[in-house]
């Protein structure tokens, strides 16, 4: 059985640091992961997609790479900001037939202390 | 441009009762997602439609159903409620239901079942 799991559940670190949450998966076989983050309450927002070919994807103070091989993708957020505070969700889509087949991870609650 | 939008925000219902819970997915888009976000669970895959079409379900029980209308917006229906039918529930859409393509996601509607 496919599994994603992230570690750690949760995160409280002072505003101004770097951070790297960890997203781990069984099989290497993947399309593609994706990075969500979802406010309290609220739905998801896409953050990042990376493809099966890439090893790294970047917007603004995010970086996300994929390594295959170990099955591990980190996300990395630069300067951190009480705005950065939310759950982040790993997804991999395992299939390749679409966002049907995404799993999920049960997230990184993240807290930045201002 | 309107993202996706769900209603109603907040839904409280009896055990054995039904909830229809709707969807406008983003204007164009064609592929509208249901999922489930239970209490300490991942988000678990419920439904895809596209087209009109129920492209594929989740490991739900039929009571979990639902339809898509020419329009593309959609509606999930869960007859006899139960307990364990308390989580919040979202809807996804993208583009054309393709694999790579970016997933946009309402705010959900929480359900609340007494």
């Known amino acids: 059985k496919q599994e994603v799991t992230q570690i750690p559940a949760a995160l409280s670190v002072p505003e101004g640091e770097n951070l790297v949450l960890n997203c781990s998966f069984t099989?290497?076989?993947?399309?593609?992961l994706q990075w969500f983050r979802q406010d309290p309450g609220k739905g998801l927002t896409s953050l990042l997609l990376?493809?099966?070919s890439q090893r790294e994807q970047t917007s603004g103070r995010l970086n996300a790479s994929l390594d295959k091989s170990s099955g591990r993708s980190t996300l990395y957020i630069a300067a951190s900001q009480p705005g950065d505070s939310a759950t982040y969700l790993c997804?991999?889509?395992?299939w390749g037939g679409g966002a049907d087949g995404l799993t999920f991870g049960k997230g990184t609650h993240l807290i930045i202390q201002p | 441009e309107a993202g996706v939008t769900q209603s109603p925000t907040h839904l409280i219902k009896t055990r054995g009762q039904q909830a229809t819970l709707r969807c406008s997915p983003i204007s164009g888009h064609t592929s509208v997602y249901w999922y489930q976000q239970a209490l300490g669970l991942g988000l678990q895959f419920l439904l895809w439609y596209d087209e009109g079409e129920e492209r594929n379900r989740g490991n739900f029980p039929p009571r979990f159903s639902g339809r898509q209308f020419p329009n593309y917006s959609s509606e999930l229906n869960v007859n006899a409620l139960e307990l364990e039918d308390s989580a919040l529930y979202l809807c996804?859409?993208?583009?054309?239901?393709?694999?790579?393509?970016?997933?946009?996601f309402g705010s959900g509607t929480q359900l609340s079942v007494l």
């Open positions: 990376i493809q099966s």
């Open positions: 099989d290497s076989a993947i399309y593609n």
């Open positions: 997804a991999v889509d395992f």
């Open positions: 996804a859409s993208s583009l054309e239901g393709g694999t790579n393509e970016k997933l946009f």
